[in-house]
């Protein structure tokens, strides 16, 4: 079976989808890649669930990503004497390391790393921001705040610091627990939560030594600061609007969110758009107007991904978000305008910067175009050339053919790729033989079309794409 549309699907699993029975139906609706939330669940869960994916992968004889996301730091104040408390606007507040539960007047805030980053000026955010606090003095286990935006405060809400980087690594405890869990697990991608400098991505990296491929969620201001250096050393990235629109203005998230998907074309990266784009399906067999349209924005910005949260995870019409999803792409991709777009946005590498394998994958886009080709064939170990044809955004699909099991499942993330496992072939002709015939048993072109297959050689060499071979079916 193949898709038809360019970008892909993710949805993430919960008490709503966990069987194998709803699993299937949401990937024969669409889903490319399933993402285990670490946020939620135990390690029984977790295993069932790739357990029964990779039962899945077997039965159709598709090649399955896995995503696993870990929950990262969570900052939560303390507990209240009697239950919910509210705070009036202009009010005095202090936080502070004393555990003694809290009143209108003070609370607990167990995060010495918070106070060691605070400043007279900074603002406290509680319950996603609900409720803004303004620092007036700091020291080293307290804060003195000013309330500017008052409410209902209840135990163990969340806390966001924005505007400053916190001396915490992404990487707590639990994650690293849950990321051994994940890799004996197999799971294909490992999605890092509060990354805020390039460097949380090097101890990740070091941890994980290229067992998974690592995706990381921008969602704190402080790595949309340093974009450009956080894109280059991640694998994949996911606009994570939710603690970004937490910390950050709403009106600048829409901005940031076109800023991070260039930078990630741009830089070859694929990019996945996340957080409420079928928000209303959790409940309603039917999205919003508005959640279509955000969507379908996503699409015409040339994303790889997009993603469903709690609407296949908790909601009540999971495989049915997952359709909708599906029919909103391939709209998208069918209007003649999004051609028009996915072209006007392309990067082509400049003058000085370009290496062997970008000038094939130039020569590559021009001659499908030229020879209306049917299909693009890249030969692949490790997954970077069938990631360098995708990166270019094609007229035609990529057939990406590897023998590696873990190659194909973590290309079923990226753009306009339909990956097969395949057996190696060792010269030109026989990867000329193999193309095409994968290309007419796959569907993607029948006898006397044309196909444009790019390679490395010698075969096997990882980032070695060198070859371009134009052949008739």
Known sequence: MRRTR??????????????????????????????????????????????TLRVLE??????????ADLQGPKLRIGTFVGGPVTLAEGGAFRLDL??????????SLPHPEIFAALAPGAELLLNDGRLRLAVERCGADFAETRVLVGGKLSDRKGVNVPGVVLPLTSLTPKDRRDLDLALELGVDWVALSFVQRPEDLDEARALIKGRALIMCKLEKPAAVD????????????????????????????PSIQKRIVRSCRRLGRPVIVAT???????????????????VATAIYDGVDA??????????????????????????VEADPAYRQMIDASHT?????????????????????????????????????????AARARPEA????????????????????????????????VEMTASACETARRESFAQAGQTIVAIAGVPFGTSGTTNLMRIATV
């Open 306 to 331: 997009v993603m469903l949260s709690a609407e296949s995870a908790a909601g009540k019409h999971p495989v049915e978000a997952v359709a909708m999803m599906n029919r909103i792409i391939e709209q």
């Open 6 to 51: 360019n970008a892909k699907i993710v949805a993430t699993l919960g008490p709503a989808s966990s069987d194998l029975d709803t699993m299937r139906r949401m990937f024969l609706a669409g889903v490319d890649v399933f993402r285990l939330n670490f946020s939620h669940g135990s390690a029984d869960d977790h295993r069932a669930r790739i357990d």
């Open 397 to 428: 699909p990529v057939l990406s053919l590897t023998p590696r099991p873990e190659t194909a499942r973590r290309l079923a993330l990226v753009w306009g790729i339909h990956s097969v496992q395949i057996k190696d072939v060792s010269n030109v």
């Open 276 to 294: 409420q784009m079928l928000e209303s399906m959790v409940e309603s067999p039917v999205p919003t107007r508005a959640e279509a349209s955000d």
């Open 348 to 388: 082509p590498a400049l003058p000085g910067e370009a290496d062997i394998a970008e000038a094939v994958v130039a020569a590559m886009r021009d001659a499908v175009a030229l020879l209306h080709a049917r299909a693009i064939v890249c030969y692949t170990s490790s997954g970077h050339t069938s990631l360098r």
């Open 98 to 107: 004393d555990p003694a539960p809290g009143d209108t007047r003070r609370a």
């Open 226 to 253: 340093r974009l450009e250096e956080i894109v280059e050393r991640s694998d994949a990235v996911m606009v994570a609007r939710g603690d970004l629109g937490v910390e950050l203005p709403a009106e600048r998230v």
């Open 58 to 67: 077997q039965e159709t004889a598709r090649p399955i990503g896995i995503l």
